[in-house]
């Protein structure tokens, strides 16, 4: 009897792993694939669907073209992993077993206890999560005026926080809508940690497309119509956006694995594998051994590169051979800022941080490379004009 194998997401680390997964089993095992959603998103081009909507059709990729035919899919949510009995608990009631699992559910939006925060805020971590957006700024901008602009708010200035600013920039300019825009990092700089000439470069583009940089202070607290940022300072918005951090879902929280006791990401070793042999992690939900004091970065990169590897050792596992060690290799960083782009560190490039052109060109490659990897080259055409 052919063993059972299911891998859970329709994220980066989902979808890689199941091509991988399914070229190399070449029909050995039965694979069943569970999403709550029937399409993958290019999760980092949804922002561009804050800007314009019709984007969906070409980031949301049907799953029907992404997997064989031979792959099960279940569209359905996961709220619980029984690693005793080898169960996925579905909200359905119809569950499923496995021999082998791969968790790759992603992970959502923390709010680290700020009061009125996810009661208030729009987040940024899905395809309703951007057209939710769109519509929001859309009707305060129909509600202002030029004497009275609409107040948007976005809190944190990290990867998203600063894409998320950049469309909703090209919007107010497309439209001419009457839109103030804010950008609240509670750190220092923006894009914390990172380079300060990639930070610098960050800033410049940002405040040409006259967003408003506050940084140096935490929001404390919300209310629904006032952000309180530290000691003193209260900003009033119509349209408030977090995009501050990450935290693991809410059906990982009791399953009997090793995970972080404040965010409840999965530990897993270089190989994917957690404590329990059948189960392994890779993604936003896991927290992945890598050489050095930090695991893997929680980022499209990170899971894109992992995702290969873990569908190899998935297969191996089956296989009773021996599993892979994966080490995540930075290849650069590459953000955009409305129409603009600013990249980093980018393997075999002669420059440290540039824009322009090159950056934008870059940009666009990068998702037209990973559409093409799950689908094909002609999905990645369509798509070209408006990553």
Not at 58 to 65: D, F, G, N, R, S
Not at 166 to 177: K, L, S, V, Y
Not at 243 to 252: F, H, L, M, S
Not at 305 to 324: F, I, T
Request: proline residues 4%; aromatic residues 6%; hydrophobic residues 40%.
């Amino acid at each position: 009897m052919s063993d059972k194998v299911v891998v859970l997401g329709a994220g980066y680390a989902g979808a890689g792993a199941i091509k991988s997964l399914e070229d190399e089993l070449n029909g050995e095992a039965d694979v069943t694939w569970i999403s709550d959603t029937d399409y993958h998103l290019v999760l980092h081009e949804s922002h561009r669907c804050i800007r314009d909507p019709s984007v969906q059709e070409k980031i949301a990729i049907p799953i029907h073209e992404i997997k064989q035919p031979t792959t099960n899919f279940r569209q359905d949510t996961v709220v619980d992993i029984d690693t005793e009995d080898r169960l996925v608990e579905l909200e359905s009631g119809d569950d499923v077993e496995y021999d082998y699992l791969l968790v790759g559910l992603g992970s959502q939006t923390a709010f680290f206890g700020i009061d009125g925060l996810e009661e208030y805020a729009h987040t940024l971590k899905s395809l309703d999560d951007a057209l939710g957006i769109h519509d929001a700024i859309q009707q305060a901008a129909r509600d202002a005026s030029q004497s009275d602009p609409a107040q948007v708010i976005v809190g944190g200035a990290g990867l998203s926080g600063i894409q998320t600013a950049g469309e909703i920039a090209e919007f107010r300019d497309n439209h001419r809508a009457p839109i103030d825009i804010h950008l609240v990092e509670g750190l220092d700089e923006i894009f914390p940690g990172n380079d300060p000439e990639l930070q610098g470069a960050l800033r410049k583009r940002l405040e040409d497309a006259d967003v408003n940089i506050l940084t140096g202070d935490f929001i404390g607290e919300v209310d629904e119509e006032t952000v309180y940022i530290g000691d003193d300072e209260e900003l009033d918005y119509d349209t408030l956006i977090w995009t501050g951090g990450i935290t693991g879902r809410d059906c990982v929280r009791d399953v009997d694995l090793e995970k972080d006791e404040r965010n409840h990401r999965i530990h897993s070793e270089g190989d994917f594998q957690t404590e329990d042999e059948r189960v392994f992690a890779i993604g936003d939900c896991a927290l992945i051994d890598q050489p050095g004091e930090q695991p893997a970065p929680p980022t499209a990169q990170a899971a894109w590169q992992a995702a290969e590897v873990a569908g190899q050792n998935l297969a191996r596992a089956v296989r009773g051979q021996p599993l892979k060690t994966w080490t995540h290799k930075d290849k650069g960083t590459v953000i955009s800022v409305g129409e603009e782009a600013v990249a980093h560190d980018v393997m075999g490039m002669p420059i440290d941080t540039f824009g322009g052109f090159p950056a934008k060109m870059l940009k666009k490659g990068i998702a037209a490379r990973w559409i093409a990897d799950v689908t094909g080259i002609g999905r990645a055409a369509k798509a070209w004009p408006d990553m």
